[in-house]
């Protein structure tokens, strides 16, 4: 079955980095394009952008260009998202997902990343 | 980007009883392909979303029929029928016709 598996939660100060990965099966990784939502606490959610796992080009919603970076190890079927110059705004549970008809069907679990001093 | 506005905020149902969700977008989510990428979600607490309805009104794998999708153009709903404890949450709709994907901002299905 077509699962999304994310990495633990991360607890980071302002001005660190943090590396969230999603490691795919079930599927062939490089048919379908990953994902990326942010839902901050007791918010909605919000559609950061996409990568293309075959080419591997990233494309950025216009509030996450900058120190939000796509990448991917193909090799592992895993989608990369790393955040650098963290900011207590970024604190929030982080999805990958997966479409089946544009439609984000697969959801990974979740990544919670805590900024505080 | 398009606007995506969920109505209800709030939605205080009786169990067995029925439930309607409005969403209406900025602009007409009719793609240039002519299909309408509407979709719709539910998430439990402490949970990821779950894709419930997509492209309007196509009920995902084992979705149970008591949910239903309708609408065209830039006015949608979703309608579920029989409330079930399981089916309490926030209820989320997601434009994908356009680029940014947007969501609606959400409905809580609380118990009266």
């Known amino acids: 079955q077509i699962q999304l598996v994310q990495s633990g939660p991360e607890l980071k100060k302002p001005g660190e980095s943090v590396k969230i990965s999603c490691k795919a099966s079930?599927?062939?990784?490089?048919?379908?394009?990953m994902h990326w939502v942010k839902q901050a606490p007791g918010k909605g959610l919000k559609w950061m952008g996409w990568?293309?796992?075959?080419?591997?080009?990233?494309t950025y919603a216009d509030d996450f260009k900058g120190r939000f970076v796509f990448s991917l190890e193909a090799s592992a079927s895993t989608a990369n998202l790393q955040i650098s110059n963290l900011k207590n705004e970024d604190t929030a549970t982080y999805f990958c997902?997966?479409?089946?008809?544009?439609?984000?069907?697969?959801w990974g679990q979740g990544t919670l990343v805590t900024v505080s001093s | 980007d398009v606007v995506m506005t969920q109505t209800p905020v709030s939605l205080p149902v009786s169990l067995g009883g029925q439930a309607s969700i409005s969403c209406r977008s900025s602009?007409?989510?009719?793609?240039?392909?002519?299909?309408?990428?509407l979709h719709w979600y539910l998430q439990k607490p402490g949970q990821s979303p779950q894709l419930l309805i997509y492209?309007?009104?196509n009920r995902f794998s084992g979705v149970p029929d008591r949910f239903s999708g309708s609408g065209s153009g830039t006015d949608f709903t979703l309608k579920i029928s029989r409330v079930e404890p399981e089916d309490l949450g926030d209820y989320y709709c997601?434009?994908?016709?356009?680029?940014?994907?947007?969501f609606g901002g959400g409905t809580k299905l609380e118990l009266k």
């Open positions: 990568i293309n796992t075959y080419t591997g080009k990233p």
């Open positions: 602009q007409s989510l009719v793609h240039s392909n002519g299909n309408t990428y």
């Open positions: 492209r309007v009104s």
């Open positions: 079930g599927y062939t990784f490089t048919d379908y394009a």
């Open positions: 997902a997966r479409d089946v008809y544009s439609d984000f069907a697969y």
């Open positions: 997601l434009q994908s016709t356009h680029f940014p994907r947007t």
